[in-house]
């Protein structure tokens, strides 16, 4: 990044994020000093990312979702998140344009990289997503999908796989835009984080 340890956020980056995400310049300016003061290399480790998505969840253990989110968001693989790649995945997370977020979910759900979902990653995800619904909401789930064996089922149903069948990136994107219910199941957005992120 270069310029990372600036105290400014270069203008490059601003527009661009202007650009790609509802984030006004004054917010993006304002977290990037908080981002700073957390992070002063200007890099975000896995290890403080996990620690500021936990204080989204102060109920539930989001570890190994935030590991998975992270995973996803460091796209060129070396360990840490800087501003930028931090501030797009808080927004594709929390309020990004559906497309956007699907292609986001896809390389979430692509737990080993390798360009297609099977039935086991989907389990893995929906397992970390479980271990953040709290005893209140899980009494809340219906039957079909209150453990994350039957939500994984029940999602590679709806996408008409068998067994060992692969899914590709347009398979997903396709499927989760034809059914709402999809979209319902793989992902994990409760009210207490929208309004957390609204008021950061």
Known sequence: ?????????????????????????????LWYQTF????????????????????????????????????????NSDGT?????????????SSGKTSRKLEWAFSLYDVDGNGTI???????IVKSIFKMINEEELKTLP???????KRADKIWEYFGKKENDKLSE?????????????LRLIQFEPQKIKGKLNRN
Do not use: W
């Not at 998140?81 to 997370?93: C, N, Q, V």
């Open 1 to 29: 990044m270069g310029n990372s340890k600036s105290s400014a956020l270069s203008k490059g980056i601003l527009e661009d994020l202007k650009m790609n995400t509802k984030y006004t310049e004054a917010e993006l300016s």
């Open 170 to 182: 347009g398979e997903f994107i396709q499927g989760t835009l034809e059914n709402k219910d999809i």
């Open 143 to 149: 039957e079909d999908e209150n453990t994350p064996e």
């Open 36 to 75: 700073l003061k957390e992070c002063p290399s200007g890099l975000i480790t896995r290890e403080q990312f996990e620690k500021i998505y936990s204080g989204f969840f102060p109920d539930a253990n989001p570890k190994d979702y935030a590991q998975h989110v992270f995973r996803s968001f460091d796209t």
């Open 118 to 124: 099977n039935k086991e990653e989907i389990l893995e």
């Open 81 to 93: 998140l800087d501003f930028k790649e931090y501030i797009i995945a808080l927004h594709l997370t």
